[in-house]
């Protein structure tokens, strides 16, 4: 693998995190995005990020500030992936957008770039047509605060070539991650094929009145030595996102359970903006929430 130079389509939840990840790790990126105002919010999360990693990784000034010197900036995609080795699109999860975005690549990007899309919901053969190089394209998923989750999730589809998914794989491991490789497609991955239907689980129970919240947590945390319950983990996920991805399965499948918990997260969520830690309050109020308390197992 002879990656030095990564462009970083999409400045958003991840796309930035992915950027100053790699960045940190001595790689020249370009963070690319649809203008000039959005890449400088993007700079100001870069500030964010600084206080994360001198907090979380004991990461130095000069670490940092070699970190500033190894990102640039562009709103032109052709200038942006000019000298790309590896470019990682972090583009909004829509399929019309991300094709849209892979078509317009095609025509600009160098025959050696290798494409990456960061999609936690949509798989690689979707768009590797759209690509115009589907053998050196992959799916490299993040888990969200990738300093701290440094999980990457390697998946590739039926033609990736077997070089360009160990390629990524020794990326991975470059850029401080712990490398997932995948040996099929899988909708969700490895993480999200557990973890929803853990949360699903827990929404059940909370539903049907079989237990409340804290009661749910408090027997996952308990049994499984995990730090925090379900509950409190659809509070970082966000509760919108829970009760979207409920909504479009109660649609399509109009099964009851799921229009029961669809009205629950409505009512007691959506209505009164109750989203989560971004809100201040979900299932737990933040910032000092109840399951952190010493005495919450007790």
């Known amino acids: 693998m002879n990656y030095k130079n990564i462009t970083i389509a999409g400045s958003g939840v991840l796309g930035y995190q992915i950027a100053f990840q790699t960045a940190f790790h001595g790689f020249n990126v370009t963070v690319y995005d649809i203008n000039d105002e959005v890449l400088e919010k993007a700079k100001g999360k870069f500030e964010i990020m600084s206080y ?32 790309a080795d ?60 990738i300093w701290k989750h440094n999980t990457a999730e390697i998946m590739g589809h039926p033609t990736t070539s077997p070089k360009v998914f160990n390629d990524m794989v020794e990326f991975a491991k470059r850029i401080g991650m712990l490398p997932l490789p995948l040996h099929k497609e899988q909708p969700g991955y490895i993480l999200n094929s ?18 409340d919240p804290p009661t749910v947590d408090k027997t996952w945390m308990k049994a499984t030595g995990a730090p925090v319950g379900p509950c409190a983990i659809l509070d970082v996920v966000g509760i919108t996102t829970a009760y979207n991805i409920n909504k479009m399965a109660a649609e399509k499948t109009q099964d009851a359970d799921k229009i029961k918990v669809v009205k629950y997260l409505e009512e007691n969520f959506i209505n009164k903006n109750k989203l989560g ?22």
């Open 277 to 298: 830690v971004a809100t201040g309050a979900g299932f737990y109020t933040y910032p000092n929430p109840a399951f952190q308390k010493e005495d919450f197992l007790k």
């Open 52 to 83: 994360a990693f001198k907090n979380d990784l004991n990461a130095s000034q000069e670490q940092l500030e070699d970190t500033y010197q190894n990102l640039s900036y562009s709103s032109n995609l052709e200038e942006a992936v000019k000298d």
């Open 86 to 145: 590896l470019l990682i699109e972090a583009v909004p999860e829509d399929p019309q957008i991300k094709m849209g975005f892979y078509k317009k690549l095609a025509k600009v990007a160098l025959e050696k770039t290798v494409f990456a899309t960061n999609s936690s919901t949509l798989l690689p053969s979707q768009f590797a047509s759209s690509t115009g190089r589907p053998e050196k394209f992959v799916a490299l998923h993040f888990a969200n605060e």
């Open 194 to 211: 557990l973890l929803v239907p853990l949360l699903g689980a827990a929404l059940d129970l909370v539903v049907n009145e079989v237990a």
